[in-house]
């Protein structure tokens, strides 16, 4: 069964901003899947759906299962029940998240204690193994959120989230405020714990590069909509997607020494999800848009190779050469 199963996801926050609107997203055990997009395309909002932690009053609809099981019709207990056993998400900025006046030991065990029973010298010990899997001394138990650097408040975050063997693991750019050096190091460490552990990762980032390099498969968001998805490398290198071709080429593409001296940025801004424009949300920032764009909106369609893309000029694959058969 598939881990995770998204389908036909649509969020709206209360004043009518239609944050995501339909999107499908598959995932299996073990396997890694990158959501990239410029700010405020929708990512974070897709990750709080997935543990349904949107504010009150936001419109949800569709289906989100989680081992086969929607999450958007569970009852609360179940919720808070797979938020910790089932799924655990590692969000950007861990100060905010972290409680500045408890102990980062006290804050790891305490879920060990709550939802798994365990004893005080039980979730003691644990607490040592996950700050040690997360690349920390165990002695680390006992230092205070402000005594540690970034990279390590982050550690201690993916070691919280570890803390009751999530089979789901959502990391919303869990680097972005990181130094390029401790970015590449935590990186390393989700991967290593993904692999190791068979869990399933959504990654988000704005920096597909980093997806590319991180994930198997990426999916591009655009004003709430998954726009391109396929395998990762292939969609980093070779985009089908207009704003996929522009997302790409301002991020180095490894081993290119060239695409570092041509970043082609994309003019203009996304649009406002309260007032998004007719046809095709990109048209108004696209260099290929035909007349039809304006006019008629454009959806995912299969591009063969296990990857789709939602725009007029990606070339309907001919029968039989492996189409409607994406890969997972
Ligand atoms: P991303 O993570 O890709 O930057 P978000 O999911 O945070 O995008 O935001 C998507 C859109 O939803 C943005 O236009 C943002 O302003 C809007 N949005 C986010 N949170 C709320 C909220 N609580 N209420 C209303 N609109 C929101
Ligand atoms: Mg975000």
């Given at each position: 069964m598939t881990l995770l199963e998204v389908r036909d996801l649509h969020v709206t926050y209360p004043g009518g901003v239609a944050a995501v609107r339909g999107v499908d997203l598959s995932?299996?055990?073990?396997?890694?899947?990158?959501?990239?997009?410029?700010?405020?395309?929708?990512?974070?909002?897709?990750a709080l759906a997935l543990l349904r932690l949107?504010?009150?009053?936001?419109?949800?609809?569709?289906?989100?299962?989680?081992?086969?099981?929607?999450?958007?019709?569970?009852?609360w207990g179940r919720v808070r029940a797979v938020r910790w056993a089932g799924a655990s998400i590692v969000f950007q900025g861990a100060m905010h998240s972290l409680n500045p006046v408890h102990?980062?030991?006290?804050?790891?065990?305490?879920?060990?204690?709550?939802?798994?029973?365990?004893?005080?010298?039980?979730?003691?010990?644990?607490t040592g193994e996950l700050l040690e899997q997360a690349g920390l001394p165990a002695a680390l138990a006992s230092a205070y959120p402000h005594e540690l650097s970034?990279?390590?408040?982050?550690?201690?975050?993916?070691?919280?989230?570890?803390?009751c063997d999530p089979r789901l693991i959502i990391a919303d750019e869990p680097t972005t405020a990181l130094d390029v050096m401790i970015q590449a190091q935590i990186l390393g460490?989700?991967?290593?714990?993904?692999?190791?552990?068979?869990?399933?990762?959504?990654?988000?980032?704005?920096?597909?590069?980093?997806?590319?390099?991180?994930?198997?498969?990426?999916?591009?968001?655009?004003?709430?909509?998954v726009i391109e998805e396929g395998p990762a490398r292939e969609v980093h290198?070779?985009?089908?997607?207009?704003?996929?071709?522009?997302?790409?080429?301002?991020?180095?593409?490894?081993?290119?020494?060239?695409?570092?001296?041509?970043p082609r940025g994309l003019a203009g801004d996304p649009p406002d999800p309260a007032d998004l424009p007719?046809?095709?949300?990109?048209?108004?920032?696209?260099?290929?848009?035909?007349?039809?764009?304006?006019?008629?909106?454009?959806?995912?369609?299969?591009?063969?190779?296990?990857?789709?893309?939602?725009?007029v000029h990606v070339p309907v694959p001919a029968e039989g050469s492996g189409a409607g058969r994406a890969a997972s």
């Open positions: 995932l299996a055990a073990g396997r890694k899947v990158g959501v990239a997009g410029e700010s405020g395309s929708g990512k974070s909002t897709l949107l504010p009150p009053g936001t419109r949800v609809s569709g289906e989100i299962l989680l081992n086969g099981e929607d999450v958007l019709t569970m009852r102990r980062v030991g006290d804050q790891i065990a305490e879920p060990v204690l709550l939802h798994q029973g365990a004893t005080a010298a039980r979730a003691r010990l644990r970034g990279g390590q408040r982050q550690r201690v975050m993916i070691a919280m989230a570890l803390a460490l989700i991967q290593h714990l993904v692999t190791d552990q068979e869990v399933g990762l959504v990654m988000i980032s704005h920096d597909l590069a980093i997806l590319a390099d991180t994930c198997d498969r990426l999916v591009i968001m655009y004003a709430g909509r290198e070779n985009a089908l997607h207009p704003y996929g071709k522009a997302l790409s080429a301002s991020f180095p593409h490894i081993g290119d020494p060239a695409s570092r001296f041509a007719a046809g095709c949300a990109f048209q108004p920032r696209c260099g290929e848009a035909l007349d039809v764009c304006a006019r008629e909106d454009q959806f995912l369609r299969e591009a063969g190779q296990g990857r789709r893309a939602a725009c």
